[in-house]
């Protein structure tokens, strides 16, 4: 079974948002009763500066769809 979570970041800072965080480790506790995997999904310009606090908050694997056309985002 998995779950997939959806990352974003504040485009200005390029560091995380703290749902992010938060959903990662909600997704974990419920994943764990399960032996599931947490996937997260971002889609932007680059990836967070601070993006291995992810794995510490439970998350197993990240997809990654980056392109600069997607600074936007």
């Known amino acids: 079974m998995k779950t ?3 990352v974003e970041k504040n485009p200005l ?3 995380l948002r703290d749902v992010s965080m938060e959903l990662a480790w909600k997704a974990h506790s419920l994943m764990n009763e ?3 995997e947490v996937v997260g999904l971002f889609v932007g ?3 967070p500066e601070d993006t291995e606090k992810l794995f ?3 998350m197993d694997r990240l997809v990654q769809f980056t392109n600069p056309k997607l600074g936007h985002l």
């Open 56 to 58: 510490q908050y439970g």
């Open 13 to 15: 800072t390029n560091r």
């Open 45 to 47: 310009d680059r990836l």
């Open 4 to 6: 997939a979570v959806f």
């Open 34 to 36: 399960h032996k599931g």
